[in-house]
């Protein structure tokens, strides 16, 4: 098992049990416990863990609250479609993403491509990416600041958007169905994903196979906006018709 691999292993299971001893890791994964401190001294490095005397814990910015909760939800499922999508993006590509468990995944997968400029309102995904040793750059989004979910919303984020060109946006969503298309929980978070989808040259769609089918309060775009959808699994006979008359390239992870 590879050092990437192995402390992947040990991120997934410290955000499934929220805090865990040296000792369950190294017996769960059967690796020495002195190789358990030394990955867990590297995942503090990058903000992926947070130790504490024999074990380490979620960080506190992603570790409390609704969104720390999302974060622990569909695990599995979110990993699988962050590593799907992270293959339609190239080296030296420019990159809208906006705030979401789902867009943080793909962020940790985005990290180990170079020369990236990423563009986002989400300080968790801002910072993962400018901790990337591979020369990518992080711009943060100024704006109101949320402090639950650490993102930035408002007409001031807006108008920087604005101010960029991107080849790809990345989105998470709250919900999709065939009548309306992609939307959100939150106004603000929609707008913010409206302006990022007018500046850039595709949409990609991110979820987990629970958010389809589902309608939300603010519709973001139509189908014929996105695309490519990255999902765990093949969505309902209705709405995989839909998406592919739209001509959306229907990628699942399973």
């Known amino acids: ?124 995904i801002a910072r993962i990416i400018s901790l990337s040793p591979l020369q990518s750059q992080a711009f943060l989004l100024g704006g109101v600041f949320n402090g639950g979910n650490r993102q930035t919303v408002g007409n001031f984020a807006i108008s920087q958007i604005q101010s960029f060109r991107a080849h790809h946006t990345i989105l998470t969503i709250g919900a999709l169905d065939t009548l309306t298309g992609v939307m959100d929980y939150s106004i603000e978070e929609a707008q913010i994903a409206q302006a990022m989808i007018e500046q850039a040259e595709s949409l990609t769609i991110i979820a987990d196979s629970s958010k389809l089918g589902r309608i939300a309060s603010f519709k973001v775009c139509g189908l014929d906006r996105i695309t490519n959808l990255v999902c765990d699994q093949y969505p309902s006979e209705k709405i995989k018709s839909a998406l592919l008359k739209a001509n959306i390239n229907i990628i699942c992870a399973n």
Do not use: C, W
């Not at 049990?17 to 059967?30: D, G, I, M």
């Not at 030394?38 to 024999?54: N, Y």
């Open 1 to 124: 098992m590879t050092p990437v691999t192995r402390q992947a292993k040990i991120a997934n299971i410290i955000r499934q049990k929220n805090r865990v001893t040296v000792n369950e890791l190294a017996e769960s994964l059967n690796i020495s416990r002195e190789t358990i401190r030394r990955d867990l001294t590297a995942l503090e490095k990058i903000g992926r863990a947070q130790k504490f005397h024999g074990g380490a814990s979620l960080p506190t910015a992603t570790g409390e609250g609704p969104f720390g909760q999302r974060m622990g939800e569909n695990v599995e499922a979110k990993i699988q479609v962050a590593q799907e999508a992270v293959k339609l993006v190239s080296s030296g590509e420019t990159i809208f993403i906006d705030t979401g468990s789902t867009t943080l995944y793909f962020a940790e997968k985005l990290a180990g491509l170079s020369d990236l400029t990423v563009i986002t309102n989400s300080a968790e």
